[in-house]
Structure formats: C-alpha cells, structure tokens
T-cell receptor
Framework: AQKITQTQPGMFVQEKEAVTLDCTYD???????LFWYKQPSSGEMIFLIY??????QNATEGRYSLNFQKARKSANLVISASQLGDSAMYFC?????????????FGAGTQVVVTP | DGGITQSPKYLFRKEGQNVTLSCEQN?????MYWYRQDPGQGLRLIYY???????QKGDIAEGYSVSREKKESFPLTVTSAQKNPTAFYLC???????????FGQGTRLTVV
C-alpha cells in the first residue's frame, strides 16, 4: 500500500505567489518523521524541511513551512513568495520509527513550474 | 568537506553484464540507502543498511545486490537479472536521530 500520497502531479504558479503542495501519509507508528525535498532538473535532491511527529509546532525554514495536521495525516508544504528558481520536482517523504531507521519512503512527487 | 559521493555520474552497460555503482560517505552515518528513479517518477527503495555487515531489501530489490563491509561504503550491483535497469540511481545516508538524509549526485545508468 502506498505510504505517501501526493495527489498533484503538476502545477503552475506565478512568481511571488504562495503555493501549497499536498502530502498525506499512512502509518501506524506513533513516532515518525516527515520530510520535503526539492529535485531540480539536474537530479540532485535538496533537503527543504523536516517535521517530527511529536513536534507541536509547524516547521518553518525561510520561505518554506510545513502545515502539519496529525489527525488528518497530512503534511503540506507551503512555499511563500515563489521564485523562478523554485521550479522543480518536490517530494514528500516519511521515515517511520524513532530509534532505528525504518524504510525512508517517498511520494510520487509534484512538478512545480513558476512563471514570470 | 563532508558529504556523500556517487560514481560514476553516467554509466553505460551492455545487456547481460553486471555493473557496480559506488556510494561513499564521510559523514560517519550509520544508515545508507539506495533508490531508483524512473523519468517523471518518485524514488523507490532498493536496499537499505542500518549498520555494517547488515542490510535489508526495500520494495524493488530483485535483480540488485549490495554489500556493507565498511561504514563509509555501500556499493550497489545491478545484475543481469534486472530486466529493466536503465534508470537514475540515488544513494543516501543518515545519522542516528538525524532530521535530514543526505543524497549523492546520482548515477544515470543506461543499458545499450
């Protein structure tokens, strides 16, 4: 069964606007971590933001924030003030477990294109 | 500089040949992972290792093999049994209780 679901295969956003990328996850573990990565056309994976399952506050990193709704099992990424350089593939990922590493699994990704 | 290095960046292989992709990290990380990515797709887990001399199959391990003889190294062999090996391969590592997995630059494998 798919553990990470990203329902938006692609989206266009205008420069300087905010965009929300959806991510839902499925786990029975109480302890887990949620991640967002950006992959530009070069192929490298760039870490953006992390949210632990016990973190009470939503994570923020510069223009990135994670809207964590634990009861709904969603971890949406919000990019504020989009820039042309934000055009890339974005992946949501989850690692289950706390003291040992479970599988680090990824969603199918959302392709974002920022237009002038 | 600390980081994770994959080599080579591009690799061509003839059908029927085994090929080994290198992944080295100097971050002193215990966990290492191999992923496969097909065009326009997400990352699928091939194998992962939590400690030296131990590794587990991921979701698509058939046709692949790994070893973890040293903490720093986690090579992936794509065997001739892998029916569709052309893909982008990414290696990652993670420290205990870390909040980020570090990725290599990837190896693009093409079977000719």
């Amino acid at each position: 069964a798919q553990k990470i679901t990203q329902t938006q295969p692609g989206m266009f956003v205008q420069e300087k606007e905010a965009v929300t990328l959806d991510c839902t996850y499925d786990t029975s573990d109480q302890s887990y971590g949620l991640f967002w990565y950006k992959q530009p056309s070069s192929g490298e994976m760039i870490f953006l933001i992390y949210q632990g399952s016990y973190d009470e506050q939503n994570a923020t990193e510069g223009r990135y924030s994670l809207n964590f709704q634990k009861a709904r099992k969603s971890a949406n990424l919000v990019i504020s003030a989009s820039q042309l350089g934000d055009s890339a593939m974005y992946f949501c990922a989850m690692r289950e477990g706390r003291d040992s590493w479970g599988k680090f699994q990824f969603g199918a990704g959302t392709q974002v294109v920022v237009t002038p | 500089d600390g980081g994770i290095t994959q080599s080579p960046k591009y690799l061509f292989r003839k059908e029927g040949q085994n090929v080994t992709l290198s992944c080295e990290q100097n971050l002193n990380h215990d966990a290492m992972y191999w992923y496969r990515q097909d065009p326009g797709q997400g990352l699928r887990l091939i194998y992962y290792s939590q400690i030296v001399n131990d590794f587990q199959k991921g979701d698509i391990a058939e046709g692949y093999s790994v070893s973890r003889e040293k903490k720093e190294s986690f090579p992936l062999t794509v065997t001739s049994a892998q029916k569709n090996p052309t893909a982008f391969y990414l290696c990652a590592s993670e420290g205990r209780a870390d909040t980020e997995a570090f990725f290599g630059q990837g190896t693009r494998l093409t079977v000719v």
